[in-house]
């Protein structure tokens, strides 16, 4: 069993991300990618009411065409949203993103 576990924790290192101290007051622009499962989308929520609370200006949500009501049905304050969605199989490009 170790084996397995050592094998997959090497496998898996290639998709793993080094994480990068920032500070969250003085961010204003948050760009959050949704992968196409409906409970992916559900389980952001708490997320995005921290980010609320942190005062940003603006939330770029970039989901699959599934998720899009999940979305659609977010009110938030003070915050301009902007969702932008794409096929299941993630056709948004970086221009189409930075175009927004």
Known sequence: MFLVSLLRRIAFS?????A????????????IHIPD????????FPVIRALELHKIKH???VTSTINLEVFN???LEQIKLTIVTMTM???ATLKEIKDL
């Open 89 to 91: 199989q993630d056709h």
């Open 59 to 61: 939330l770029l949500i």
């Open 37 to 44: 499962q409906i409970g992916d989308a559900m389980a952001i």
């Open 73 to 75: 049905a977010l009110k």
């Open 20 to 31: 990068y101290n920032f500070n969250i007051e003085k961010t204003d622009f948050v760009v």
């Open 14 to 18: 290639y998709y793993d991300y080094k």
